[in-house]
């Protein structure tokens, strides 16, 4: 593509695009310098270090970032009982001075698994200052689907741990939708729908992120009255304490897709059917969406955002969703022109600053259909630099470089990595160490700032802190010297075996290169059949080896809690490999017509590979089962409404959907799960080869997905209670494993492929 001519790559916007970028920047500076952030980013020192916060000085001062993007500072003052002062430009910059100072002269480590908080004693002083600049205005969190995925089920207390994290990871940006339906049933009686048409819209809680983006209505609902009371409680608590540290919250805004009720209180409205959503037929997707330039688009989407605002103020950051895996029903780039610009008028409509942060996964997922000119038409569709697009998977599949940097339009160059919360070893360490660079300068460069988009949070705590902290560097970094430093930090001393393990996982299982995505497809979390994908991106040997040395080092860092979440995690990862190898053996001696090593390889997966790894889950707390679903269950005031919410926290793990619609795509290795779910379903697939053999009878695919489609929905409804507290000891049962199927994994890894 041939560049056009602007200033330099990477000084900021051809000057044609200077005002609308300014405006941006002026409408979404923060409320920094009040004493509002001093004070809460103080609190959150007292809750993350106790008694040892006094020796730490804290202070907002917004004249540092004089206009621009976040800075902080750290010095020593001499002579005073304040080992460090922190000063930054808002509460967020100094929340991630503060981690600054912890990591790198503390030896601290926070994360999703685990704080490792041993402070020296005396807390060290600093030789000089220190000062940081972030490159880019935003560092953006959360998807839209991480709602569902991970936040479901959150309770105040988890939001306040998140928003800490957030903030000492420097986050300045960030979506609050919780509550959203309580504010859109409020709209939708003003405008005469009755509840049962509004029961039929929403979704279950575990299934409201498609349903916000206009995928999915009524599945696994409807919304009881308490959901709505206990999520505009939490979305008090969140907007208040995000803006009390200086963030910028999002809040949902109207998109177009209206209930069917709509058309019954307005019989003349224009609005059109669209078409099914992914394997899910009408009965549960086909939402209504209007047409831009019918009179309800407007007055449905300014009373929704003014109440909305009337509820919890705004930051004058909207986003909204028309078009997520969802085809047009045109693609005339006028007709793209008039939906977008209807969307933002709809926000402009009641609030006159609104800036509309629009996902841009669709560009990538319909490549197809969002030509050069669907994209521009409707990016163009809103004055430039009125809206911001997140560039959602930019690691493997950047759009900035084939749209001339979105066209014009700001962007935030942001890792995906994680699709449905999978479990599984994984990461682009190259591509995110140099991408966010390369993004900056490229000709005429939009960009202004970095984001983290996961589907799901809670694993592979390493891709996240190396991203947060690319979000204040100025170049890229020495990946394996950063990860042997984080080794040591994550587990409070240095261990040469540890550090090993970790720079073996960096080169291999977190360094896929090319397009990669992060959708585990291993058979042990998946319908078992005859044509498997079991391809790596990475030698298997090497997470063997990790293992190895990660045990080697539990005598001596046993007693840290996220080195007993990583032994889980890469020992999970080595079983994975072991169950691939254990189906290339089944699949081989079924073809073969080898009954007795059908029956060898079968029964060590089914009876003794599967239930070890499920013991082995079901010693940490992170990988239960029960934590899910009594979280889920927990939510709820009634034991109907608890039955309600556990069954759309089982349906969303397994068959996502009535009739496995989109089966599996939120897999989790969980304590419970692997043997009541996945081995159950192995066990069947297995009996069914023999007796293929045993019979003489061929196999026949579908006859085997009706039967252990039977397998899996028994599992949504069994009712059985897993415990939320761990048994075992995660140490011994590793061990275990190691010795049992560490040589022969290792001898065939080495050897390659049969």
């Given at each position: 593509?041939?560049?056009?001519?602007?200033p330099?790559?990477?000084?900021?916007p051809?000057p044609?695009?200077?005002?609308?970028?300014?405006?941006?920047?002026a409408?979404?500076?923060?409320?920094?310098g009040?004493?509002?952030?001093?004070?809460a980013?103080?609190?959150?020192?007292?809750?993350?270090?106790?008694?040892?916060?006094?020796a730490?000085?804290l202070?907002?001062d917004?004249a540092l970032?004089a206009?621009?993007?976040?800075?902080?500072?750290?010095?020593?003052?001499p002579g005073?009982?304040?080992a460090?002062a922190?000063?930054?430009?808002?509460?967020?910059a100094?929340?991630?001075?503060?981690?600054?100072y912890?990591?790198?002269?503390?030896?601290?480590?926070?994360?999703w698994?685990?704080?490792?908080l041993?402070?020296?004693?005396?807390?060290?002083?600093l030789?000089?200052e220190?000062?940081?600049?972030a490159?880019?205005?935003y560092?953006y969190?959360q998807?839209?689907?991480?709602?569902?995925?991970?936040?479901?089920w959150?309770?105040?207390?988890?939001?306040?741990?998140e928003?800490?994290w957030m903030?000492?990871?420097?986050?300045?940006?960030?979506?609050?939708?919780?509550?959203q339906?309580?504010v859109?049933?409020?709209v939708?009686?003003?405008l005469?729908?009755n509840?049962?048409?509004?029961?039929?819209?929403f979704?279950?809680?575990?299934?409201?992120a498609?349903?916000?983006?206009?995928?999915?209505?009524r599945?696994?609902?409807?919304l009881?009255?308490?959901?709505?009371f206990?999520?505009l409680?939490?979305?008090?608590?969140?907007?208040?304490r995000?803006?009390s540290?200086?963030?910028?919250?999002v809040?949902?805004?109207?998109a177009g897709?209206?209930?069917q009720?709509?058309?019954?209180?307005?019989?003349?409205?224009?609005?059109t059917?669209?078409?099914?959503?992914?394997?899910?037929?009408?009965?549960?997707s086909?939402?209504?969406l209007?047409?831009?330039?019918d009179p309800?688009?407007?007055?449905i989407?300014?009373?929704?955002l003014?109440e909305l605002i009337?509820e919890?103020?705004?930051?004058h950051v909207?986003?909204?969703?028309?078009?997520?895996e969802?085809?047009?029903?045109?693609s005339d780039?006028?007709?793209?022109?008039?939906?977008?610009?209807?969307?933002?008028?709809?926000?402009?409509?009641?609030?006159p600053?609104?800036l509309?942060?629009?996902?841009?996964?669709?560009?990538q997922?319909?490549p197809?259909?969002?030509?050069?000119a669907?994209v521009r038409?409707?990016l163009?569709?809103?004055?430039l630099?009125?809206?911001?697009?997140?560039?959602l998977f930019?690691e493997s599949k950047?759009?900035?470089?084939w749209?001339?940097s979105?066209?014009?339009?700001?962007?935030?160059?942001c890792?995906l990595?994680?699709?449905?919360?999978?479990?599984?070893l994984f990461?682009?360490?190259?591509?995110?160490n140099?991408?966010?660079f390369?993004?900056?300068?490229?000709p005429?460069?939009t960009m202004?700032g970095?984001?983290?988009?996961p589907?799901?949070?809670?694993?592979n705590?390493m891709?996240?802190?190396?991203?947060?902290e690319?979000?204040?560097?100025?170049?890229?970094l020495?990946?394996?010297?950063?990860?042997?430093r984080?080794?040591?930090?994550?587990y409070?001393?240095p261990?040469?075996?540890?550090?090993?393990a970790?720079?073996?996982?960096?080169?291999?299982?977190?360094?896929?290169?090319?397009v990669?995505?992060?959708?585990?497809?291993?058979?042990?979390?998946?319908?078992?059949?005859?044509?498997?994908?079991?391809?790596?991106?990475?030698n298997?040997s090497?997470?063997?080896?990790?293992?190895r040395?990660?045990?080697?080092?539990g005598a001596?860092?046993?007693?840290?809690?996220t080195?007993?979440?990583?032994?889980?995690?890469v020992?999970r990862?080595?079983?994975?490999q072991?169950?691939?190898?254990?189906?290339?053996?089944?699949?081989?001696?079924?073809q073969?017509?080898?009954l007795?090593?059908?029956?060898?390889?079968?029964?060590?997966l089914?009876?003794?590979?599967?239930?070890e790894?499920?013991?082995?889950?079901?010693?940490?707390s992170l990988?239960?089962?029960?934590?899910?679903?009594e979280s889920?269950?927990a939510v709820?005031t009634s034991?109907r409404e608890?039955e309600?919410y556990?069954?759309?926290?089982r349906n969303?793990?397994?068959?996502?959907g009535?009739?496995?619609?989109i089966?599996?795509?939120?897999?989790?290795?969980l304590?419970?799960?692997?043997?009541d779910?996945y081995?159950?379903?192995?066990?069947?697939?297995v009996?069914?080869?023999?007796?293929?053999?045993?019979?003489?009878?061929?196999f026949?695919?579908?006859?085997?997905?009706?039967?252990?489609?039977q397998?899996?929905?028994?599992?949504?409804?069994?009712?059985?209670?897993y415990?939320?507290v761990?048994?075992?000891?995660?140490m011994?049962?590793?061990?275990?494993?190691?010795?049992?199927?560490?040589?022969?994994a290792?001898?065939r890894?080495?050897?390659?492929?049969?």
């Amino acid at each position: 593509m041939a560049a056009r001519r602007g200033p330099e790559p990477g000084l900021g916007p051809a000057p044609g695009l200077a005002l609308p970028f300014l405006l941006l920047l002026a409408a979404t500076a923060g409320r920094a310098g009040d004493p509002r952030q001093e004070e809460a980013v103080r609190a959150l020192a007292r809750r993350l270090l106790g008694a040892r916060a006094a020796a730490v000085s804290l202070s907002v001062d917004p004249a540092l970032a004089a206009g621009g993007p976040d800075v902080y500072r750290l010095w020593s003052p001499p002579g005073t009982g304040v080992a460090v002062a922190v000063e930054g430009s808002s509460g967020v910059a100094a929340a991630a001075g503060l981690y600054r100072y912890l990591r790198d002269f503390c030896g601290c480590h926070l994360s999703w698994s685990g704080a490792q908080l041993r402070l020296p004693e005396p807390l060290p002083r600093l030789r000089a200052e220190i000062r940081a600049a972030a490159p880019g205005r935003y560092r953006y969190y959360q998807n839209v689907c991480a709602q569902s995925y991970s936040f479901a089920w959150w309770d105040w207390a988890r939001w306040e741990r998140e928003i800490d994290w957030m903030a000492l990871s420097g986050i300045n940006l960030a979506p609050a939708f919780a509550g959203q339906e309580a504010v859109w049933q409020r709209v939708y009686r003003n405008l005469g729908l009755n509840q049962s048409e509004i029961d039929k819209y929403f979704t279950g809680p575990a299934f409201l992120a498609w349903n916000r983006m206009g995928n999915l209505r009524r599945w696994a609902g409807p919304l009881p009255p308490a959901w709505h009371f206990k999520q505009l409680y939490l979305q008090y608590r969140i907007v208040e304490r995000m803006r009390s540290l200086g963030m910028t919250t999002v809040l949902p805004a109207f998109a177009g897709h209206v209930p069917q009720g709509i058309l019954r209180v307005f019989p003349r409205v224009n609005a059109t059917r669209l078409g099914h959503w992914s394997h899910f037929d009408c009965s549960y997707s086909c939402t209504y969406l209007l047409d831009p330039e019918d009179p309800m688009f407007q007055v449905i989407g300014t009373l929704f955002l003014k109440e909305l605002i009337k509820e919890f103020g705004t930051d004058h950051v909207y986003s909204a969703d028309t078009f997520n895996e969802m085809t047009p029903l045109s693609s005339d780039p006028a007709y793209l022109s008039r939906v977008s610009n209807a969307v933002f008028r709809s926000m402009t409509g009641a609030d006159p600053k609104a800036l509309w942060l629009m996902q841009g996964w669709l560009f990538q997922h319909q490549p197809d259909f969002w030509q050069p000119a669907q994209v521009r038409a409707l990016l163009h569709g809103v004055p430039l630099g009125r809206m911001i697009v997140l560039d959602l998977f930019a690691e493997s599949k950047p759009v900035y470089q084939w749209t001339e940097s979105f066209y014009g339009q700001p962007f935030i160059w942001c890792m995906l990595h994680n699709f449905g919360g999978n479990h599984g070893l994984f990461g682009t360490v190259e591509a995110i160490n140099h991408g966010p660079f390369a993004a900056r300068r490229f000709p005429n460069s939009t960009m202004v700032g970095t984001g983290l988009v996961p589907e799901g949070i809670e694993q592979n705590d390493m891709v996240y802190e190396l991203m947060n902290e690319l979000g204040w560097r100025q170049e890229p970094l020495d990946l394996p010297s950063w990860v042997t430093r984080y080794a040591e930090r994550r587990y409070g001393a240095p261990n040469a075996a540890a550090a090993g393990a970790w720079r073996l996982l960096l080169r291999s299982v977190y360094n896929c290169t090319g397009v990669c995505v992060n959708h585990n497809h291993s058979p042990l979390v998946r319908r078992p059949s005859l044509r498997m994908d079991t391809e790596l991106w990475y030698n298997a040997s090497d997470v063997y080896e990790a293992w190895r040395l990660l045990l080697s080092a539990g005598a001596e860092l046993g007693s840290s809690p996220t080195f007993l979440y990583d032994l889980v995690d890469v020992t999970r990862q080595a079983a994975q490999q072991l169950v691939s190898d254990y189906y290339l053996s089944i699949r081989q001696a079924f073809q073969s017509h080898a009954l007795p090593e059908l029956l060898t390889a079968g029964g060590v997966l089914v009876y003794d590979l599967l239930p070890e790894l499920d013991s082995l889950l079901c010693s940490h707390s992170l990988f239960l089962l029960g934590r899910w679903l009594e979280s889920a269950r927990a939510v709820a005031t009634s034991g109907r409404e608890a039955e309600q919410y556990e069954l759309n926290a089982r349906n969303q793990l397994t068959l996502w959907g009535p009739s496995g619609n989109i089966l599996d795509y939120a897999n989790k290795q969980l304590g419970g799960l692997v043997l009541d779910y996945y081995a159950v379903r192995w066990s069947l697939f297995v009996s069914v080869l023999v007796e293929s053999l045993n019979s003489g009878r061929p196999f026949h695919q579908d006859q085997f997905n009706q039967a252990v489609f039977q397998v899996e929905r028994g599992f949504i409804y069994n009712k059985k209670r897993y415990p939320a507290v761990p048994v075992g000891d995660t140490m011994e049962i590793s061990r275990k494993l190691f010795l049992k199927y560490y040589p022969s994994a290792l001898r065939r890894s080495l050897a390659g492929p049969a």
